[in-house]
């Protein structure tokens, strides 16, 4: 069974551009997490998604959106981009919301804004 | 709002055990979760116990849990140096559906 895919893998952007990330659920799985991964916050929650609705939003401005699609995969855009912004993009998927599942990570996306 | 605080750094001899500890201050925590970060990678699930368990172990990992103190800790018996990474606690809440509320790792180094 393949795993959570993302894509891609490196970005390099400057100040001001947008940005769209891609992450594959594996096969079944229905919820999608994001993630944002950087040296000084850490792994900070940034939104879920299950069956196409949100389900949970972390605390970012609203230059961070997400949106996921009827076969689960997920997309995710920040506009104007900041400096502060470059950071590991995780995703994770998950076979249902709530209750325990495990949440299995892809590999992320590196973003690096200059 | 929720908490979830690990030392920075562990060094220990290979073939030692490995003692990694985390704690956390939500009270409605009902998942509590190990990931370990290696470089460039993202992260793999090593291990979870539910809230109403004391102990769970698999393999050579042991997790303890003490939820009167809110303390976790992740054991690695016979330590290797492919067990060199960043270890991650984490923490869920019932009612958070599947957010997650990390640590900020701890760095295993495992000399030979």
């Known amino acids: 069974k393949a795993g959570v895919t993302q894509t891609p893998r490196y970005l390099i952007k400057t100040r001001g551009q947008q940005v769209t990330l891609s992450c594959s659920p594996i096969s079944g799985h229905r919820s999608v997490s994001w993630y944002q991964q950087t040296p000084g916050q850490g792994l900070q929650f940034l939104f879920e998604?299950?069956?196409?609705?949100?389900?949970n939003k972390g605390n970012f401005p609203g230059r961070f959106s997400g949106r996921q699609f009827s076969n689960s995969r997920s997309e995710m855009n920040v506009s104007t981009l900041e400096l502060g912004d470059s950071a590991l993009y995780l995703c994770?998927?998950?076979?249902?919301?709530?209750?325990?599942?495990?949440?299995?990570f892809g590999p992320g996306t590196r973003l690096t804004v200059l | 709002g929720e908490d979830v605080e690990q030392s920075l750094f562990l060094s220990v001899r290979e073939g030692d055990s490995s003692v990694i500890n985390c704690t956390y201050t939500d009270s409605s925590s009902t998942y509590l979760y190990w990931y370990k970060q290696e470089p460039g990678a993202g992260l793999q699930l090593l291990t979870y116990?539910?809230?109403?368990?004391d102990m769970k172990q698999d393999q050579r990992l042991t997790v303890l849990l003490n939820k009167k103190d809110k303390h976790l800790s992740l054991r690695i018996a016979d330590t290797q140096t492919g067990d060199s990474a960043i270890y991650f606690c984490a923490e869920k809440s019932d009612n958070a559906g599947n957010m997650l509320t990390f640590g900020g790792g701890t760095r295993l180094m495992v000399k030979p």
């Open positions: 994770a998927s998950s076979f249902r919301a709530g209750f325990y599942n495990e949440q299995f």
């Open positions: 998604y299950f069956s196409e609705t949100q389900r």
């Open positions: 116990i539910f809230s109403n368990m």
